[in-house]
Every structure is written in structure tokens, then in C-alpha cells.
Nanobody
Framework: QVQLVESGGGLVQPGGSLRLSCAAS????????MSWYRQPPGKERALVAT????????NYADSVKGRFTISRDNAKNTVTLQMNSLKPEDTAVYYC???????????WGQGTQVTVSS
């Protein structure tokens, strides 16, 4: 139900960094659990990171732990994924996801391409 728009994707060399942003519509952003998923070409979409509605707790996939950081700014209706020490296997379309803590309903962004290559 909420509209999500990702930005910040692009081409980066191995070992480099990239910062993805997701802007959400509406006035209920602080009631959404926010996540980043990614889908490499030919593979299934997988969870990368999750942050609670108030930003109190975060969770990460083992493959990105220590390299990626998820954060949110409820005053600006945005969630961010800071990606450091990027590897070729991080290449994927990255999607923003919102889930209502009250209703359990969810929404997806359109995705943004991240390519890690020399």
C-alpha cells in the first residue's frame, strides 16, 4: 500500500562502497518494518537486512554481516543500506520492502541495479 522508490545503485569496483536509499510515501512510515532484499540474475530473491519500525533492532544475512549497515530516518521517511567492501557476488537488483507491524501487509519498491565488477 505504501509506495517505495529506491535510488543509489550503479557500477562499483570490488572493495568499493555504495549507498542505497529508499523513500516511502505516506504518514505511517514509523509503523513499518523495513528490509532490503536482493536478487542476482537467474536466482531467487533473498533477504539482506531488516530494521524494526523504530530503528531499535537490525538483522543481517550472514553474507553481508560486518560489511552492510541498514538505517532509517523516520522524520524523512527513508531507509538506507550502506554497502562497504563490495564483492562481485553482491551483484544483484536490490529491493526495498515495507511491512506493517499492525496489518502484516507489505509493499515492494521497483528495485535498483548494483553491479560489482572490475
Amino acid at each position: 500500500q505504501v509506495q517505495l522508490v529506491e535510488s543509489g545503485g550503479g557500477l562499483v569496483q570490488p572493495g568499493g562502497s555504495l549507498r542505497l536509499s529508499c523513500a516511502a510515501s505516506g504518514s505511517a512510515f514509523s509503523t513499518y518494518t523495513m528490509s532490503w532484499y536482493r536478487q542476482p540474475p537467474g536466482k531467487e530473491r533473498a533477504l539482506v537486512a531488516t530494521i524494526s519500525n523504530g530503528g531499535r533492532t537490525t538483522n543481517y544475512a550472514d553474507s553481508v554481516k560486518g560489511r552492510f549497515t541498514i538505517s532509517r530516518d523516520n522524520a524523512k521517511n527513508t531507509v538506507t543500506l550502506q554497502m562497504n567492501s563490495l564483492k562481485p557476488e553482491d551483484t544483484a537488483v536490490y529491493y526495498c520492502h515495507a511491512r506493517s507491524i499492525f496489518e502484516g501487509t507489505s509493499s515492494w519498491g521497483q528495485g535498483t541495479q548494483v553491479t560489482v565488477s572490475s
